[in-house]
T-cell receptor, first 115, second 116 residues
């Protein structure tokens, strides 16, 4: 299993440009998440999904949109990038075990620089 | 709202020594999990250890153990026999059990440097 993968690893955008970050998981997990990590801060939740075709807002959703058309993929879109969106973006996926335990598995991150 | 506080921005420990990283949290919930994640220079977030709040016994994973004090809302990580590969950022995280997708709340991290 590849686990959680993210594409691209690094990207530079100009202000106002759009882009989509792709997260893919091959563990058949129901739940998927997008976080951002800024210097001196922990990860903050942007959006999440509890299943195919469903999405929900997290702590810092403004300026982002997401889609989950397939169970294994969770896309994060920036329609009009701003310098404040310069960050490292992490995707995670998770599941419930029979014991009711949930563990989130993280991708390697995408570093985004908006000029 | 839940908050997680890591009061030690940076720590240093010599190889083979023991170090303890502090974490406190604030919540009114009773059913939750606590985690320690490690983030090495590669930026990959790696789960180190997990503690269920309903368990009184402290979790251990090889050289890593926690001191979970529920009444004090404290969750410290002890690393024994520190190794150079333990050099990383360590994040404490909190998760309420909701029966569906559960959101992690992270602290700001502690940068640990293991030296020779």
């Amino acid at each position: 299993n590849a686990g959680v993968t993210q594409t691209p690893k690094f990207r530079v955008l100009k202000t106002g440009q759009s882009m989509t970050l792709l997260c893919a998981q091959d563990m058949n997990h129901e739940y998927m998440y997008w976080y951002r990590q800024d210097p001196g801060m922990g990860l903050r939740l942007i959006h999440y999904s509890v299943g195919e075709g469903t999405t929900a807002k997290g702590e810092v959703p403004d300026g982002y949109n997401v889609s989950r058309l397939k169970k294994q993929n969770f896309l994060l879109g920036l329609e009009s990038a701003a310098p404040s969106q310069t960050s490292v973006y992490f995707c995670a996926s998770s599941y419930w075990t029979s014991g009711g335990q949930e563990t989130q598995y993280f991708g390697p991150g995408t570093r985004l620089l908006v000029l | 709202a839940q908050t997680v506080t890591q009061s030690q921005p940076e720590m240093s420990v010599q190889e083979a020594e023991t170090v303890t990283l502090s974490c406190t949290y604030d919540t009114s919930e009773n059913n939750y999990y606590l985690f320690w994640y490690k983030q090495p220079p590669s930026r990959q977030m790696i789960l180190v250890i997990r503690q269920e709040a309903y368990k009184q016994q402290n979790a251990t994973e090889n050289r890593f153990s926690v001191n979970f004090q529920k009444a004090a809302k404290s969750f410290s990580l002890k690393i024994s026999d520190s190794q150079l590969g333990d050099t990383a950022m360590y994040f404490c995280a909190f998760m309420i059990l909701t029966g569906t997708a559960s959101k992690l709340t992270f602290g700001t991290g502690t940068r640990l440097q293991v030296t020779l």
